[in-house]
C-alpha cells in the first residue's frame, strides 16, 4: 500500500513569496491533515479535512494560508505572501480511522 | 486545555543501553487517546503505539514497553537494548475521545552512540 506523498521534498523561497505545497493522501482514506512543524516542536495542525469539507481550521493563518480539496483525494496548502516565520517542515496525513499516516513532508525555508 | 510535556529535550545513551523517555499530559476530559509518535532523519513521522484512557495495562512490544500511570499523568516510554536506528526524534502526545486533533509534545531527541 503506497503511503502519503508529498511534493515538493524541499522549497527555498524569499519572503513575501508565494509557495504551494501537494499532498496525496493514502487511497480510501477520507480524512486529510496539514500540520506545521516549526524547528524543535511537535506538529501543530493547520486544517483537517473530510473528504473535500474542512472540519476545523482554528489553527490556521487566513490572512496568508488556503487550503483545499477539491475532489476530496488531493491536497494543495498555500502561503501567499510568505514571511520569514514560516519556514518550518509542513507535514500532510491522512486516516480512515483513527490512525493517522503521514507524509515525508515539505521542508520550507523563508529567506 | 490539552497540553503534553516532554521534559527531556535531548537524551544520549550508548548502544545496549535501556532509555526511558518521559511523557506528562494535562487534559480535563475522563476519556482520551495517548500516542507515541517516531521521526527519523528522513522526517517522517512513524505510529508506535495508541492508548486510551481506560486502559492502564502496561504494554510491551519487542524492545520497547509503555507505562501508563493516570495517578501521575503520565505514559513513559522505554526502550530496551538500545541500537542505534532507535536515534530519532520521538513524540508524545494526546487526543480527546472523538476528536481526531492532535497535541503533540515538543519531541526529545534520542541519540544512541555506537
Known amino acids: 500500500e503506497a503511503g502519503v506523498a508529498q511534493s515538493p521534498r524541499y522549497k527555498i523561497i524569499e519572503k513575501r513569496q508565494s509557495v504551494a505545497f501537494w499532498c496525496n493522501p493514502i487511497?480510501?482514506?477520507?480524512?486529510l491533515y496539514w500540520y506545521q512543524q516549526i524547528l524543535g516542536q511537535g506538529p501543530k495542525l493547520l486544517i483537517q479535512?473530510?473528504?473535500?469539507?474542512?472540519?476545523?481550521d482554528s489553527q490556521l493563518p487566513k490572512d496568508r494560508f488556503s487550503a483545499e480539496r477539491l475532489k476530496g483525494v488531493d491536497s494543495t496548502l498555500k502561503i501567499q505572501p510568505a514571511k520569514l516565520e514560516d519556514s518550518a517542515v509542513y507535514l500532510c496525513?491522512?486516516?480512515?480511522?483513527?490512525?493517522?499516516?503521514f507524509g515525508p513532508g515539505t521542508r520550507l525555508t523563508v529567506l | 486545555a490539552q497540553k503534553v510535556t516532554q521534559a527531556q529535550t535531548e537524551i544520549s545513551v550508548v548502544e545496549k543501553e535501556d532509555v526511558t523517555l518521559d511523557c506528562v499530559y494535562e487534559?480535563?476530559?475522563?476519556?482520551?487517546?495517548l500516542f507515541w509518535y517516531k521521526q527519523p532523519p528522513s522526517g517522517e513521522l512513524v505510529f508506535l503505539i495508541r492508548?486510551?484512557?481506560?486502559?492502564?495495562q502496561n504494554e510491551i512490544s519487542g524492545r520497547y514497553s509503555w507505562n501508563f500511570q493516570k495517578s501521575t499523568s503520565s505514559f513513559n516510554f522505554t526502550i530496551t537494548a538500545s541500537q542505534v536506528v532507535d536515534s530519532a526524534v520521538y513524540f508524545c502526545?494526546?487526543?480527546?475521545?472523538?476528536?481526531?486533533?492532535?497535541?503533540f509534545g515538543k519531541g526529545t531527541r534520542l541519540h544512541i552512540l555506537p
Open positions: 496525513a491522512s486516516s480512515s480511522t483513527s490512525e493517522q499516516f
Open positions: 487511497s480510501g482514506h477520507a480524512t
Open positions: 479535512f473530510q473528504n473535500n469539507g474542512v472540519v476545523d
Open positions: 487534559t480535563r476530559d475522563t476519556t482520551y487517546y
Open positions: 492508548r486510551n484512557s481506560f486502559d492502564e
Open positions: 502526545a494526546l487526543s480527546e475521545w472523538g476528536d481526531d486533533k492532535i497535541i
